[in-house]
């Protein structure tokens, strides 16, 4: 194929003049000879690729070609980071294990976090039972710490009830457990103290806090004379000697009855008796000279002053014989002997 004319040759060079004709040729040989004429080839340029801002300079196409020129002016460093194979980018055995262990202790935190949300209400029953253990701990060591220390020791012992005893006797009698704590008294030698007194038939102790104990007597109640020989014994209920004296004492029965007091032998002479002197009005009882009884069926007494006897049988319904017995004394002052043993049929005579 035929190159055009022109484009065989290399730009800038001027092409030769065409050979002619003669100026002075004639006009039909001027045609003849005469050749096209030669044009230069018309360069193409492209236009340039519009921006998205309508209103940039009209330099803008050099600056977007910056880029390229910069990228294909990279350092050889860079180049050579791009042909290096993917094998050499693996992470070392310690980059794994570090990656490892991050993620272990992020799915432990994720698990403690799900295990605080699904016992909330356990940690809370927990926690409160705790805060109630805790201060209950706290109050017995409170307390005994307190009760322990010479905060709480015996300085004052105060008695009541005592009318018969001298109550400065029984305080002197205690006095070794002055200086105790409270909670430290001996119970059993104050016990062992208070049994040196006969006369005392029961009594309580109350710790009154810092210092101070009460001891509440209730002394024995005589309710007659017992003689042995020639010696005159006041006893009580429970046959409990209580004071002992050559001369009987006035104001008291003679009891003239064997066997054991009720608390060991109910059934005994002695026990019959002393029901029936617990059983007398305080008015009634203050003319008893002598009461007596061989068996529990057979107890009788003998007036003061008028020396009348009172039959009173058992010592069964002895309120209701007593009554009968201070109307009787009433209605029939001046009789010597009474029969209230069958309280429902009295007699007089």
Known sequence: MKRPQGHDR????????AAGPPANAPEPERRATARPAVTEPIPIIQAPTP????SAPASAPSRDREPARRQH???????????TSPYDRLPSNREISKALRAARKERKKVERG????FTKRSRRRRQAWLGAGGVVVALVL???LLAFSPVLALKHIEVTGASRLNPKDIQAKLGDQLGKPLPLLD??????DLAAFPLIRSYTVESHPPDTIVVRVVERQPIGVVQKGAAFTLVDAAKVPIASSAARPEGFPLIAAGGASAEKDADSAFAAAASVLSALPAATLAQVDTISATTKDDVSFTLRGSGATVVWGSAEDSELKAADLAA???GAAGANHYDVSSPHSVTTG
Not at 51 to 54: C, F, I, S, V
Not at 73 to 83: F, L, R, W
Not at 114 to 117: F, S
Request: hydrophobic share 35%; aromatic share 0%; charged share 15%.
């Open 10 to 17: 290399s730009p800038g060079q001027t092409p030769p003049p």
């Open 73 to 83: 002016s990279a350092p050889p460093e860079a180049a050579a980071a791009a042909d």
């Open 187 to 192: 119970q059993a030698g104050i016990a062992h």
């Open 142 to 144: 409170g307390v005994t």
């Open 51 to 54: 921006t998205t801002t309508p």
């Open 328 to 330: 009787l004394l009433v």
């Open 114 to 117: 799900e295990v605080r949300r």
